[in-house]
């Protein structure tokens, strides 16, 4: 086990300026930290493993690996890490926090690409910087699974054929002695740049406002 952080309380300004989360919400989710790691340290991947609130949920594997890429941690190295911090775990979660109700356009943009790029490198899985066109069609049909009216399979179809309009699309741009890899992220955003992924990519793990430490 690791040093006990009980007694420790965490900057929480700093976390608040940083990822946007109130004080209030900052303590919950410490709380929460605490219980997941078993007072320890750091936080590892079978701490979300054993996630009852991710057990349905059709990303879990992505959404739990996400947690330990650097590259959603503002780390210029890539690759992945064993364990977290407190803070590395609420940076994560702050980009599956919805965006306030009234807030500037541009500011809204920046949160729509910000979301995009995390969005990408969770199918980015070799960070190689492009995602395969199979790749894409199960983001697409991720996105569309959330939505109530649509059923299962009315979902797939819709991502199957998003899948074979990007691959004429981007093929199509090609020259002939090019070589298709993938998806590039600047393809991504514009692919995606009529679904509201900002208010859309949220993932209600707690309810920050109530929750205690052990629920």
Not at 111 to 122: A, G, P, V, Y
Request: aromatic share 8%; with cysteine.
């Amino acid at each position: 086990m690791g040093a006990s952080q009980s007694g420790r309380v965490p900057e929480f300004q700093d976390l608040t300026d940083k990822t946007g989360f109130s004080i209030e919400q900052l303590k919950n989710l410490h709380n929460r930290f605490v219980y997941l790691t078993q007072d320890e340290d750091t936080l590892r991947r079978e701490h979300l493993e054993n996630m009852s609130d991710l057990a349905l949920n059709p990303i879990r594997r992505q959404i739990i690996e996400a947690f330990f890429d650097s590259r959603n941690l503002g780390q210029k190295e890539k690759g992945c890490l064993q364990e977290i911090g407190f803070e590395e775990f609420v940076t994560v979660l702050a980009f599956f926090k919805p965006p306030k109700p009234h807030i500037a356009e541009e500011e809204r943009k920046t949160i729509k690409k910000e979301k995009l790029r995390f969005l990408f490198n969770m199918h980015d899985t070799d960070n190689d910087g492009v995602i395969t066109l199979d790749e894409y069609r199960r983001v697409v049909e991720e996105l569309l699974s959330s939505t109530e009216t649509l059923g299962a399979e009315t979902a797939k179809a819709i991502s199957d054929a998003a899948m074979l309009e990007v691959a004429s699309e981007t093929v199509g741009q090609m020259g002939p002695d090019e070589f298709y890899e993938g998806i590039t992220f600047e393809q991504f955003m514009q692919i995606l740049k009529d679904i509201e992924i900002e208010t859309k990519m949220n993932v209600h793990f707690w309810n920050l406002e109530t929750m205690h430490c052990g629920k």
